[in-house]
């Protein structure tokens, strides 16, 4: 095999992936394959472009440039991503942290900052709320709850990547009256399915074709089954004053604004996201 330099790699990268991904896209794949086997910084990529790389490496990005033409999710090719500035591990079995999720975890600490705090993340995927919030939110004790094994499985290996204490249990929210804890919550907070089959039109392959459909999609007669459940599971179990956070579909803000009124909560406030997109909702319990 010829070596290969880091300029090289960029340029093998970039050629084959022309056809596949617009110019941006691809800078960014660069950017992350490079910093994953060489933990090198935007900067330091530029200082080392001379810089021979190992051949066993050269092989391992060969296969890299392979699977993102099958449009497989960088962060599931490398197996990992950051989020809130942190450090996550990712598998198909959760789905990709998105940074209109960090907006919701920002939002929560900018509220609750320097509080003792009891949370519960429902439907926790990579426990990336959850150990965001444990990171920033120091005094707080926080569950991370999820109804599917390798989800649970996938935080663990965070919670233990990120050296937080927080409590990992399986739950089904559609049937929450199988939760055994009495503890009442100081806050709630979900990214729950919220996109409807008839959207799925408009989803690049890469979503589709990897990411669990059961952390995305929900009946195109019933979007908001989730946060129903979700919201009755806060009547029983959310103290009176307590916080209930969603990440929502910007096309029902209205809709779940409505529902949560209608439930007991107030001080209800959608927020728009850094696109100007209705993304997230909060209400007190009344």
Not at 17 to 33: G, K, W
Request: with cysteine; hydrophobic share 40%.
């Amino acid at each position: 095999m010829p070596k290969y330099t880091i300029k090289k790699i960029i340029s093998l990268i970039k050629s084959e992936l022309n056809n596949y991904y617009p110019l941006q896209e691809i800078n960014s794949f660069i950017y992350l394959i490079l910093h994953y086997y060489f933990k090198y910084s935007k900067v330091q990529i530029q200082l080392n472009q001379e810089e021979e790389i190992n051949e066993n490496i050269v092989h391992r990005i060969i296969d890299n440039i392979k699977e993102l033409k099958t449009f497989k999710p960088i962060q599931y090719i490398l197996g990992q991503t950051e989020f809130y500035n942190l450090p996550f591990i990712v598998a198909p079995g959760v789905l990709i942290p998105r940074p209109e999720t960090e907006e919701l975890v920002d939002w929560i600490i900018a509220e609750n900052k320097n509080q003792y705090q009891h949370i519960a993340d429902i439907g926790t995927g990579s426990g990336c709320i959850a150990i965001s919030l444990a990171k920033n939110l120091p005094k707080s004790f926080i569950y991370a709850l999820d109804n599917s094994a390798d989800a649970l499985s996938i935080t663990r290996r965070n919670s233990k990547l990120n050296h937080t204490k927080i409590h990992i249990s399986y739950f089904d929210i559609l049937h929450h009256n199988q939760f055994d804890n009495d503890d009442a919550f100081d806050i709630i907070v979900s990214n729950p399915p919220y996109v409807t089959e008839k959207e799925k039109q408009f989803m690049h392959l890469n979503v589709l074709n990897y990411e669990p459909e059961e952390a995305l999609f929900v009946p195109n007669n019933d979007p908001l089954l989730y946060y129903r459940a979700i919201i009755d599971f806060a009547l029983k179990h959310l103290k009176k004053g307590g916080k209930l956070y969603f990440e929502i579909n910007e096309n029902f803000g209205k809709e779940t604004a409505w529902l949560l009124e209608e439930k007991k909560f107030q001080n209800i406030r959608l927020k728009k996201d850094i696109n100007d997109k209705n993304r997230m909702i909060r209400g007190i319990l009344r």
